[in-house]
């Protein structure tokens, strides 16, 4: 089945650095990847939507600054979280959409816990 | 702008009791997902519902899509265990831009 793979599950940096997640389409190639945010005990906000190949599509209130999407090519976006800051610890996740929704549906990674202390 | 609610947003109940979670956007939705978070996981698709009126079985679990395309339940009978997570249901943004706008989700725990 569609499988997306996301890197690193889990990161610990210190604040004012930048973190960079990797999210990959492992058997298909997924022009558009999104990348959300959840809080714990909550649903997912959208971030953003990445489109290979052209800027991403920022949700309001993200800062796109703070939060850099490259889709360079057709398996591979990254989410690179910049000057992080405590109140950037979150868990992030990624999902593409591999052929007709009815038989996958959005296909999400397995996640990246961020802490940044 | 466009909402998805669910409720309730937490449920308990003992083994073997059935549990419903219900769906309810603020516009008609040409489909509905619903997925499931385990603990610690990441969010895994259940299924797709696209007609009006739409019912389906995933052995215990009964998905229903409402006749104006607006709502949706999600039913578990004689819960078990393994059936533990947090169940979203999520519509395609108006904007038809590939987005999909969450529900809150509904959190399970099951008892033994």
């Known amino acids: 089945g569609a499988v997306v793979s996301q890197h690193p599950s889990r990161v610990i940096c210190k604040s004012g650095t930048s973190v960079k997640i990797e999210c990959r389409s492992l058997?298909?190639?997924?022009?558009?990847m999104f990348w959300y945010r959840q809080f714990p005990k909550k649903s997912l906000m959208l971030m953003a939507t990445?489109?290979?190949?052209?800027?991403?599509?920022?949700e309001q209130g993200v800062e796109k600054d703070k939060f850099l999407i490259n889709h360079a090519s057709l398996t591979l976006s990254t989410l690179t979280v910049t000057s992080a800051h405590p109140e950037d610890s979150s868990f992030y996740i990624c999902?593409?959409?591999?052929?007709?929704?009815?038989?996958?549906?959005?296909?999400f990674g397995s996640g990246t816990r961020l802490t940044v202390v | 702008g466009q909402q998805v609610m669910q409720i309730p947003q937490y449920q308990h109940v003992q083994e073997g009791e059935d549990f419903t979670t219900y769906c309810n956007s603020s516009?008609?939705?040409?489909?509905i997902q619903w997925y499931k978070q385990r603990p610690g996981g990441h969010p895994v698709f259940l299924i797709q519902?696209?007609?009006?009126?739409e019912v389906k079985k995933q052995k215990r679990l009964t998905f229903q899509f409402g006749e104006a395309k607006k709502n949706s339940s999600l039913h578990i009978t004689a819960t078990q265990t393994t059936d533990v997570g947090t169940y979203f249901c999520?519509?395609?943004?108006?904007?038809?831009?590939?987005?999909?706008?969450f529900g809150q989700g509904t959190t399970l725990q099951v008892k033994p």
């Open positions: 999902s593409a959409i591999r052929g007709r929704v009815g038989n996958y549906g959005y296909t």
């Open positions: 990445s489109n290979e190949g052209s800027k991403a599509t920022y």
């Open positions: 516009t008609t939705l040409s489909n």
């Open positions: 058997d298909f190639q997924a022009t558009t």
């Open positions: 519902l696209v007609k009006s009126g």
């Open positions: 999520a519509g395609p943004s108006s904007s038809n831009t590939g987005k999909l706008i």
